[in-house]
């Protein structure tokens, strides 16, 4: 068999829940092991966006804001959805915006990442955004932000200490951290 097709042989697949973010399917069939074995999957609506800005004095802005099913308060990079059909840099562009203000000039894919891979199929695509300048924000009324702006070796700091555990900021932030190093 080749490795890099689906083992699984599934019999049967039932929604067991849905919303306008996402699908809950409950997979019934055979393991890779030929057993008989269940898979649930939760499938995303969106694509999750980051935005990992800095300006020219190499200062980054992170937005903290309480993460309701982690029960706790988050630090992270400006994210958000975008709808699948839609361009993600157009995302970023108004995730950036409604979040912090900011609107940048410039602008370059930074990563793409599976944020959990054994039980969703998300994905994140990541921008880096240079040429800022201070707009308004304009924050969704599911949010209550507040936002810092930092040097970029404070937040890479914060992410070795993990006081940022936001797996989309962590990944943006290694990857610019190598790219400053010459990886």
Do not use: C
């Not at 400006?78 to 709808?83: L, M, N, T």
């Amino acid at each position: 068999m080749d490795k890099h097709q689906n083992p699984w042989k599934i019999h049967s697949s039932e929604t067991k829940y849905e919303n306008n973010w996402i699908r809950i399917t409950h997979n019934e069939g055979l393991n890779p092991a030929g057993n008989p074995g269940i898979y649930g999957v939760v499938h995303f609506k969106n694509v999750a966006i980051g935005v990992l800005a800095l300006d020219e004095e190499m200062n980054t802005y992170l937005v903290g804001q309480f993460r309701f099913p982690l029960n706790r308060f988050s630090w992270e990079l400006p994210e958000g959805g975008g709808a699948l059909d839609e361009d993600p840099l157009d995302a970023a562009k108004r995730e950036l915006l409604e979040e912090t203000g900011l609107v940048a000039s410039e602008w370059e894919l930074l990563t793409r990442i599976d944020t959990s891979n054994s039980v969703t199929d998300e994905t994140a695509v990541v921008f880096l955004a240079r040429g800022l300048h201070q707009g308004e924000s304009e924050p969704e009324e599911t949010e209550q932000l507040t936002i810092r702006k930092v040097p970029f070796e404070e937040a890479y700091r914060m992410v070795q200490d993990m006081e940022i555990t936001d797996s989309i900021s962590v990944a943006a932030i290694q990857r610019m951290k190598l790219r400053l190093l010459g990886y």
